[in-house]
């Protein structure tokens, strides 16, 4: 399925006409179809990892229109807002460290490329000017990192 990545970004990139928001639109569509818990093999990979795609571009954009009519008030008020119950911050803590763990265990450039793309928002040419590798080579890593961020996390959580 990784094959379909370049090819969804330049049709994202069109739908959005941004070429950075298409890549992070992608990058969520891979995660949502690895994150899937059924084992049932999806029949049209490349249909079902478009449409999902999609989907992900619609309900953003429904969220920034809910967004731009909310008053001010509400976000005030909206418990969504305020500091996460401290149980909730314990399981954060706890699946960081596990998320940490689960970086660790890449290559150097592996994590790297995930790191620069997920924290720093540096697009695929910038990250691959600054570890002198290809962009094929940061879009690898950054599908690779997911997966076994993806697995690990899994394995550790049940």
């Not at 990058?27 to 899937?36: G, K, N, S, T």
């Not at 976000?75 to 660790?104: F, K, Y």
Request: proline fraction near 4%; hydrophobic fraction near 35%; include cysteine.
């Amino acid at each position: 399925m990784e094959h379909y990545y370049r090819e969804l970004v330049s049709f994202l990139s069109t739908r959005l006409g941004n070429r950075q928001a298409a890549e992070d639109v992608a990058h969520d569509a891979y995660l949502r179809v690895l994150e899937r818990t059924d084992a049932e093999q999806i029949e049209h990979p490349r249909a079902f990892l478009y449409r999902t795609a999609l989907n992900l571009v619609v309900d953003s954009h429904r969220r920034h229109q809910v967004r731009q009519a909310e008053p001010l008030e509400v976000l005030d008020t909206d418990e969504r807002w305020h500091t996460p119950a401290p149980s909730h911050s314990v399981q954060l803590g706890q699946r960081l460290e596990l998320m940490q763990r689960a970086l660790d265990e890449l290559s150097s450039p592996c994590r790297e490329s995930f790191l620069l793309r997920k924290l720093d928002g540096l697009s695929h040419p910038e990250i691959a000017e600054r570890l002198q590798i290809s962009k094929a080579m940061v879009e690898k890593h950054i599908v690779n990192a997911m997966k076994h961020c993806r697995l690990r996390m899994r394995e550790w959580e049940s």
